[in-house]
Structure formats: structure tokens, C-alpha cells
């Protein structure tokens, strides 16, 4: 039963179709929006700009699912969906990211405690301000998740073996 709502609240919300074959049920993807229109991956429409990220092998191969706590993992994926260094301003978090500033702030002395995550301080003039100058950071990640080796083919092609 919990499985059979689940299928109609999905086809309600436009988010699939479903159609009866005999016993079976054929099920076809529709886009995420809930336009009911044909899902279609972007890399098979070139048309459409889709935010998405992917998560390189070695979240799972070297568990990094199951040695970061929460903040760190919410910054994580924010940080995979950004450009390669990046502002992240923690005021901003509730605004952008739905997170606090505090739980931001966790997470990335978490990411840099384990050597995921750099940061580049810089002053800023700014006039208006008391001191006549503002601090502006800016991260990077590191190591497994740094955008070269994101970027880079992470599996080798195995050989033929006669």
C-alpha cells in the first residue's frame, strides 16, 4: 500500500506516468519541474540549463559519506554545485541554502579539519565600514573533491584480457 501511494502522489505532482500492463506497471519519467513533460537528462538537451553535480567515486570508495558529520556534508554538496573557488558568505546561508549560519560555519571547520576545504582571507577596502576594511574569503576544495580531479577520469579503462 505505501509503495502504490507513493507511485500516485508522484504521478499527482506530474513528477511521472504510469500506465498498467497486465500485473506490471510501466513507469516513465517526467521532468522534475512537475510541467509533465518527458524527463530528458541535459547532456540530451542541450537547450536546457540544469544546476546538478556530481559526486566523484571517492565520496563511496573512501567513505567520506560515513566520516563527515552533517554540516560538513551540506556544505560539501553547496561547495560541489559551485565554481571551483568560491564566496561562501555564512550570513547568507538561511537565504541561499536553507542552513544556518552556524551549521555553514560547522562545516567547514569540518571540511578543513580534514583537509577538504581551503580558505583564502582577503582585505577589502571599504570605506563605510568602522575599520575602513572588509575580510572576504574564499574556498577551495581539496584533495578528492577538487575540481581537477572532478574534472579528471577518475576510473582508468581495464585491459583486455585474452
Given at each position: 500500500?505505501f509503495?502504490?501511494g507513493?507511485?500516485?502522489w508522484?504521478e499527482?505532482?506530474?513528477?511521472l506516468?504510469?500506465?498498467?500492463d497486465g500485473?506490471?506497471?510501466?513507469?516513465?519519467?517526467l521532468?522534475e519541474?512537475g510541467?509533465?513533460?518527458p524527463?530528458?537528462h541535459?547532456?540530451?538537451?542541450k537547450s536546457?540549463?540544469?544546476?546538478?553535480?556530481?559526486?566523484?567515486?571517492?565520496?563511496?570508495?573512501?567513505s567520506w559519506s560515513?566520516?563527515?558529520d552533517?554540516?560538513?556534508l551540506?556544505?560539501?554538496?553547496?561547495?560541489?554545485s559551485l565554481?571551483?573557488?568560491f564566496k561562501?558568505?555564512h550570513e547568507?546561508g538561511?537565504e541561499?541554502?536553507?542552513i544556518?549560519?552556524?551549521t555553514?560555519g560547522?562545516?567547514?571547520?569540518?571540511l578543513?579539519?580534514h583537509?577538504?576545504l581551503t580558505m583564502?582571507?582577503?582585505?577589502?577596502?571599504?570605506?563605510l565600514?568602522?575599520t575602513?576594511?572588509?575580510?572576504e574569503?574564499?574556498?577551495?576544495l581539496?584533495?578528492p573533491f577538487?575540481?581537477?580531479k572532478?574534472?579528471?577520469r577518475r576510473?582508468?579503462?581495464?585491459?583486455?584480457i585474452p
Amino acid at each position: 500500500v505505501f509503495v502504490s501511494g507513493s507511485w500516485t502522489w508522484l504521478e499527482q505532482h506530474r513528477l511521472l506516468r504510469t500506465q498498467r500492463d497486465g500485473r506490471l506497471r510501466r513507469v516513465w519519467l517526467l521532468e522534475e519541474s512537475g510541467s509533465g513533460d518527458p524527463y530528458a537528462h541535459s547532456s540530451e538537451d542541450k537547450s536546457r540549463k540544469l544546476d546538478y553535480f556530481k559526486l566523484p567515486h571517492a565520496f563511496w570508495l573512501e567513505s567520506w559519506s560515513e566520516r563527515l558529520d552533517l554540516p560538513a556534508l551540506s556544505v560539501l554538496l553547496i561547495a560541489l554545485s559551485l565554481p571551483s573557488t568560491f564566496k561562501l558568505p555564512h550570513e547568507r546561508g538561511g537565504e541561499w541554502y536553507g542552513i544556518s549560519r552556524d551549521t555553514i560555519g560547522r562545516g567547514v571547520a569540518s571540511l578543513r579539519r580534514h583537509e577538504l576545504l581551503t580558505m583564502r582571507a582577503t582585505l577589502r577596502a571599504t570605506p563605510l565600514s568602522p575599520t575602513g576594511a572588509t575580510e572576504e574569503r574564499r574556498y577551495t576544495l581539496t584533495g578528492p573533491f577538487a575540481a581537477q580531479k572532478r574534472r579528471a577520469r577518475r576510473i582508468p579503462p581495464t585491459a583486455e584480457i585474452p
